[in-house]
C-alpha cells in the first residue's frame, strides 16, 4: 500500500501565495515522476505541473512563470509554489507519483485525495 497525504491548500486573495506538500508513504520502493493536478467545478482534471525524479520539469501554460514543482527525494515529497494567485486558479488540487512497490517490479499511479485552493478576487 502507498498513499500520498497532501497539505497546504486554503483561502488566499488574488495575487496572493500558497505551498502545496504531498508527501509519499508505505511500501515504496522507488517514485519515477510526481506532479501535481487540478480539477475545478464542471471540468476535467488537468495537469498544473510535473517532475522526474531527476529534477526535470514541466508546466501548463496557464501556471509558467506563477507556480514551481520541486521535490525531496529523501522524504518523498513533491511541492507546488503558487504565487499570482489568480481566481481562475480556484481548484481541488491532487498530487500523483508513480510508485514502483517495494521488493517488485510493478510500477501503479498513486493519487492524493486533494486539497482545495480558493483564490478570491
Known amino acids: 500500500q502507498v498513499q500520498l497525504v497532501e497539505s497546504g491548500g486554503g483561502l488566499v486573495q488574488a495575487g496572493g501565495s500558497l505551498r502545496l506538500s504531498c508527501a509519499a508513504s508505505?511500501?515504496?520502493?522507488?517514485?519515477?515522476?510526481m506532479g501535481w493536478y487540478r480539477q475545478a467545478p464542471g471540468k476535467q482534471r488537468e495537469l498544473v505541473a510535473g517532475?522526474?525524479?531527476?529534477?526535470?520539469?514541466n508546466y501548463a501554460d496557464s501556471v509558467k512563470g506563477r507556480f514551481t514543482i520541486s521535490r525531496d527525494n529523501a522524504k518523498n515529497t513533491v511541492y507546488l509554489q503558487m504565487n499570482s494567485l489568480k481566481p481562475e486558479d480556484t481548484a481541488v488540487y491532487y498530487c500523483?507519483?508513480?510508485?514502483?512497490?517495494?521488493?517488485?517490479?510493478?510500477?501503479?499511479?498513486?493519487w492524493g485525495q486533494g486539497t482545495q485552493v480558493t483564490v478570491s478576487s
Open positions: 500523483n507519483a508513480e510508485v514502483r512497490v517495494l521488493f517488485t517490479s510493478i510500477r501503479s499511479d498513486y
Open positions: 517532475i522526474t525524479r531527476g529534477g526535470s520539469t
Open positions: 508505505g511500501s515504496i520502493g522507488s517514485i519515477n515522476a
